[in-house]
């Protein structure tokens, strides 16, 4: 063949670049975080056909290993109702839980950032997404959500739980009474049944109007298998 088209990383970087720019646009005081919020909890996980994105060239289905949090939607973005917004020291926060030291920290930052103030757990980032990679019987991630949409508004938690473990919410419902508020939730993780590799799942906090989706991804220790047996 004379030329051949081949999708991937490279041509999906300027589109999203392209879709920060105008989210920027439209809202300038929303921080980079705030941002890719927007852009992953808006995402779908199914094609131009509506259907779910299988993975090339096998055609399995694919999951959240290959897709990330889905296709982007340019029109959904501008209005994702909430986000998950973090600020430079809790990355650098995250950067020191798993194992940075000052001089590697450095590097990053390009200041005198230490660790004083680093996270116990790197899963404690208020990132848009969970992953739990060495679940042993039950664990819990909190997160934060700032209302972006309507000023009064009740968000319903949905989960879809991966398989061989339960997962709750609590609170299950968000309620909100102004616009730039700030709830705090915590998701659990206990094992159910044996299961192998991760698995996958998802959040979603919908009000009618906006879903603002996650991913959730799990894996199950050996350990964990054992204690429900």
């Not at 105008?22 to 921080?31: I, M, N, R, Y």
């Not at 950067?95 to 004083?116: F, P, W």
């Not at 659990?188 to 979603?204: C, D, E, I, Q, R």
């Amino acid at each position: 063949m004379k030329f051949n088209v081949i999708s991937g990383t490279s041509m999906a970087c300027p589109h999203v670049s392209g879709i920060a720019a105008l989210v920027k646009a439209v809202h300038p005081s929303w921080s980079p975080s705030a941002i890719k919020s927007a852009i992953m909890t808006t995402a779908t996980i199914l094609d131009k056909q509506h259907k779910p994105i299988r993975e090339d060239p096998d055609g399995r289905r694919a999951n959240a290993f290959d897709y990330g949090s889905g296709f982007v939607n340019p029109t959904r973005v501008l209005h994702p109702g909430l986000v998950y917004d973090s600020q430079p020291e809790d990355y650098i926060d995250f950067l020191c839980s798993i194992g940075y030291d000052k001089r590697s920290l450095h590097h990053v930052t390009g200041d005198n950032s230490t660790c004083d103030g680093a996270f116990k757990k790197p899963f404690d980032l208020n990132y848009p997404s969970i992953a739990v990679p060495n679940l042993e019987d039950n664990f819990s991630v909190t997160r934060v959500v700032t209302n972006v949409g309507e000023a009064r508004s009740i968000y319903k938690s949905v989960v879809v739980s991966p398989a061989g473990v339960n997962v709750t919410v609590v609170p299950d419902r968000l309620i909100f009474r102004r616009i730039g508020q700030r709830i705090k939730f915590t998701v659990n993780f206990k094992v159910a049944s044996p299961s192998k590799g991760y698995t996958f799942g998802f959040l979603s906090w919908k009000n009618g109007r906006s879903q603002v989706t996650s991913p959730i991804v799990v894996r199950v220790s050996s350990a964990g298998v054992g204690l429900v047996r």
